[in-house]
């Protein structure tokens, strides 16, 4: 079914709609974490999605401005643009060092080189099925592409296939890819716009998930290194801040030690005092008598002027 006035399939719109939907998401994704350059990608190649699809529905239309050769060549162009940007798009995404030919060379020899070939040949021919016949080289292209993908991965991982992120990347890499392969087949045996849609836009938006997903762990994990960071910090200030109110505590309490004249045995028992510890305890730890215990507090309590325990721990300072 065609969405009125256009020969656009209402297939072709619902995948427009979804990956406008998800542009925005990466926009917005985008506006959050300006620094986060890998986004960008992903942000470009929906937009190529979204212009192949636009263009692919509603492209070629005789109620449309432009003659039937102009259109054909644009709407080949835009399906052209998306395989050329994948290898630059996996290249750097998921960097897959051993791409770097196939996202700098290889797409302007094999794609955009019979992509100028198609138009000469429709130009000269006039015949666009006579021009399909170019597309042969991309297909055969595409094909080592897919092996040097796979050989990219494995480098990646070190030949460790077993790993489950390899397994995920190369799945989704090959998904998203063999449509764009066959792509020529469908064209040839005339299959229609909405198995074409469907097979090469499912692809892409796997591959397009799969990033995602790795994004949002990324952003899972900064925030869990975040959150350990914060309590770490947290501890090291209570301890600095313990440390601090104790050596406050030290420094005024010698301070106000000298101001009242205490000696050292008075400072001894003071301290005793300030843990807590009962008049035969600080007999015992300083092998004197309570009798002598209890005078020696006595003569602390006059030299400051108190009455008890608290108001002498107080007057100190501690």
Not at 259 to 265: A, E, G, I, M, V
């Amino acid at each position: 079914m065609l969405v009125p006035g256009t020969q656009m399939h209402f297939v072709t719109l619902g995948f427009i709609c979804l990956e406008l939907a998800v542009l925005f998401y990466l926009l917005f994704h985008r506006l959050a974490r300006p620094d986060d350059k890998i986004s960008f990608l992903d942000v470009f190649l929906i937009c190529l999605l979204i212009i192949y699809n636009v263009t692919g529905g509603l492209l070629p239309d005789p109620a449309l401005p432009g003659s039937y050769f102009v259109q054909n060549c644009i709407a080949y162009a835009t399906g052209f643009m998306t395989p050329c940007y994948f290898p630059y798009y996996v290249y750097k995404a998921f960097g897959l060092e051993k791409m770097k030919f196939h996202a700098y060379r290889g797409v302007f020899y094999f794609l955009i080189g019979p992509y100028l070939l198609f138009v000469t040949v429709f130009a000269i021919s006039g015949k666009l099925e006579t021009a399909k016949n170019v597309l042969g080289l991309p297909v055969v292209y595409a094909i080592w592409f897919i092996y040097s993908m796979i050989k990219a991965v494995r480098y990646k991982y070190r030949n460790n296939m077993s790993d489950i992120r390899s397994q995920a990347e190369i799945t989704a890499m090959f998904l998203s890819l063999v449509p764009w392969v066959g792509l020529p087949v469908i064209d040839f045996f005339n299959l229609g716009q909405v198995v074409e849609v469907t097979i090469t836009n499912t692809g892409f938006l796997i591959l397009i998930g799969l990033h995602m997903k790795r994004i949002v762990e990324q952003i899972k994990s900064e925030h869990l290194q975040a959150i350990t960071y914060n309590e770490r910090l947290l501890q090291e200030v209570e301890k600095r801040t313990k440390e601090l109110v104790g050596t406050g505590r030290e420094e005024r309490f010698k301070k106000n030690c000298e101001l009242y004249q205490l000696t050292r045995r008075e400072k001894e028992i003071v301290r005793f005092i300030w843990n807590g510890n009962t008049h035969k305890q600080i007999a015992e730890s300083l092998f004197i008598s309570e009798r002598t215990v209890a005078k020696h507090v006595q003569n602390v309590f006059e030299k400051v002027q108190v009455s008890n325990r608290v108001e002498l721990l107080h007057k100190l300072g501690i």
